[in-house]
Nanobody
């Protein structure tokens, strides 16, 4: 049974940083791509960043240069380092196995102005 557990969210002032973690279990971690998404109140869920099994990364234009996705296969964990946070980054952040239906429960990020 695949499980994804996000952590690391919280309240931070604009310009601050947070690092989100997504710990996976029940999966051969090294074989899979992972993605981070976010959903702000009243908005649709949007893709934020992705990392391939081989380590290649890609970002949404809105976070390019501020966010960094990484993975540690030995820990079965994917990270999202978020720097220079803006109030518009406020959302629930979700981890997803590739484009599957396997999602975590989400972690709240709130950026105050």
């Amino acid at each position: 049974q695949v499980q994804l557990q996000e952590s690391g969210g919280g309240l931070v002032q604009a310009g601050g940083s947070l690092r989100l973690s997504c710990a996976a279990s029940g999966i051969i971690f090294i074989n899979y791509n992972f993605n981070w998404y976010r959903q702000a109140p009243g908005k649709e869920r949007e893709w934020v960043a992705g990392i391939l099994s081989g380590g290649g990364t890609k970002y949404a234009d809105s976070v390019l240069g501020r966010f960094s996705i990484s993975r540690v296969n030995a820990k079965k964990t994917v990270y999202l380092q978020m720097n220079n946070l803006k109030p518009e980054d406020t959302a629930v952040y979700y981890c997803r196995v590739g484009t599957s239906e396997k999602w975590g429960q989400g972690t709240q990020v709130t950026v105050s102005s």
